[in-house]
């Protein structure tokens, strides 16, 4: 599958050589200038991009606001990014996904999975590369509704591990670079049932439906691995319990719109529970079944601190909650749909896309 790139209204025909080679400095100048479409743009025809040394690469990126991937009944081969807070859509197409299936947006990769040909594709629309992956020796294939995916890179090489949380069957099926190789961690909720993933301080740690913490192991002994000794662990038990990274820190949400939002942080000195009454000057993006993120200074982003801000993939609509579980406001987008799109047309706002973040292991932490 090629990216088709447009420069000054033409389209670069696949295999066309279209890179040059530049300075570094200069190379800096041009990327701190561009925008997402450009940015989009500017990957698919300078090979100097994407080459550049990672560190720099999330310099730049760390500038870029949070986003939210968009498509519609129309045409739901087509994705966009929607800025919320600046009200603008990116033209730039993702690619023709046609017979594809939306699974995630994880590390700067957008996550799809092609039936016919029994794949799975890693794709950064920011950098222009694709992984293929076989799921032929996949049991159960992931389902795309109920799919929570965390991509994450192994520190200082080019390997990566990623993994597939279906909420239908309780399941958590890995793929591990290094071995070229799937194994299930867990089916049917056996030996226990894993509600969330998070990666933090170069380690994978999940949660189970009854609120228990855990480090992943990738070795012969995973899901025998102990539990975290937490002090002051609530007493709950929801499949819905979502783990997420927040400043060093891992953060524990219960939420259910309108009817009950804790927040807890885990404390990895003590080794406790504490209930957050506050977020401080931090905001939350959650979604009904996908990965879920942390935002420090989001009024810098357009956003407001201490406030919960929540799509469900039914419709192009982010409702604003405040800590004490209130609906703030609803947030559509002005423009109702691409012009592409039938006028008709339905849209979707299906996962949060946070181009800043991208999850790196220690592989020796995980055996």
């Given amino acids: 599958m090629a990216y088709h790139v447009l420069d000054h209204g033409k389209l ?46 999330e310099n730049v990126m ?11 009944s129309y045409a739901k081969k087509t994705y966009f990014f929607f800025s919320i807070s600046k009200q603008k859509m990116y033209s730039t197409k993702l690619a023709n996904f046609w017979r594809l299936s939306y699974l995630g947006f994880t590390s700067g990769s957008v996550i799809m999975e092609s039936y016919h040909s029994d794949k799975i594709l890693i794709m950064n629309p920011f950098m222009r590369r694709k992984i293929e992956i076989s799921t032929r020796s996949l049991i159960c294939y992931p389902i795309p509704s109920s799919c929570n995916v965390t991509l994450a890179f192994v520190e200082g090489t ?24 799937w194994f299930t961690y867990s089916r049917y909720g ?3 049932m894993i509600a969330d993933l998070v990666v933090l301080n170069h380690a994978m740690f999940f949660i189970t439906n009854t609120a228990k913490i855990g480090a992943l192991r990738l070795n012969r002994n995973h899901g025998k691995e102990p539990f975290l000794e937490l ?9 819905t319990l979502r783990l997420i990274s927040c400043d060093g820190n ?8 309108r009817i009950f939002l804790e927040v807890y942080k885990i404390d990895m000195v003590s080794m406790e529970w504490v209930k ?41 609509k982010c409702f604003v909650y405040s800590m004490q579980n209130e ?41």
Avoid at 231 to 239: G, W
């Fill in 250 to 257: 891992l953060l524990v949400v219960n939420f259910r719109p």
């Fill in 62 to 72: 760390k500038s870029r606001a949070p986003l939210v991937i968009q498509t519609s």
């Fill in 190 to 192: 056996r030996p226990f």
């Fill in 276 to 316: 957050l009454e506050t977020l401080g000057d931090v905001a939350l993006f959650l979604t009904l079944q996908r990965k879920c993120y942390s935002l420090s200074n989001p009024q810098k982003w357009g956003y407001e601190k201490n406030h919960v801000y929540y799509i469900n993939g039914e419709s192009a």
């Fill in 327 to 367: 609906l703030v406001k609803s947030i559509m987008p002005h423009s109702a749909v691409p012009s592409s799109s039938n006028s008709k047309s339905k849209l979707y706002w299906l996962d949060w896309c946070f181009p800043n973040v991208c999850d790196e292991i220690d592989y020796s932490m995980m055996q």
């Fill in 12 to 57: 670069m025909k696949k295999g066309e050589d279209t890179n040059t080679e530049l300075p570094s400095d200069m190379l800096e100048i041009i990327y701190k200038k561009l925008d997402f479409d450009e940015l989009f743009h500017f990957g698919g025809v300078c090979e100097d991009w994407r080459k550049v040394h990672k560190d720099q690469r």
């Fill in 231 to 239: 002090k002051n662990a609530p007493n709950i038990t929801s499949s």
């Fill in 158 to 181: 080019q390997h990566f591990i990623i993994a597939f949380l279906c909420k239908r069957n309780f399941s958590l099926d890995i793929y591990d670079s290094r071995k070229f190789a």
